[in-house]
């Protein structure tokens, strides 16, 4: 948000699976209802990194950016009027413990809402 990697900019990420890993910063809110899931929102402290994790992966769905995004505002997480710089989709392999894994993305798309 508000540029791509540099110090004005702000990472929001929008974890679907995790395994042991701990994004950076702390928990800020929990209980936050998107995507029919259970997400806990992590900040780091000055805010120019922020993500949203599950309870439970989300395996297969459909990822509500712009909810998510106003959410951030809307909570003095994320001025108003940021704006979308880059989104990217994919996987961060931390380790697969020495053992094959295959990782698959049937599909992927973005469309844009006007609502």
């Known amino acids: ?3 791509v990697a540099d ?12 395994f042991h890993q701990v994004p950076s910063g ?6 936050l209802e998107f995507s029919h899931r259970t997400w806990k929102l992590w900040a780091s402290s000055d805010h120019h990194y922020l993500a949203y994790v ?5 395996r297969s769905g459909t990822i509500a950016i712009k909810k ?3 959410y951030l505002t809307g909570h003095g997480f ?11 989709f994919g996987y ?4 697969t413990g020495g053992s094959f894994h295959r990782f698959k993305i049937d599909q992927f798309s973005i469309t844009s809402s006007r609502h």
Do not use: A, F, Y
């Open 1 to 3: 948000m508000n540029g």
């Open 7 to 18: 110090g004005n900019s702000t990472e929001v990420m929008i974890w679907t699976d995790n």
């Open 26 to 31: 702390r928990v800020v809110k929990r209980g």
């Open 54 to 58: 599950p309870n439970k992966p989300l």
């Open 68 to 70: 998510r995004l106003s």
């Open 78 to 88: 994320m001025r108003k009027g940021s704006t979308v710089g880059q989104v990217c």
């Open 92 to 95: 961060e392999v931390v380790s």
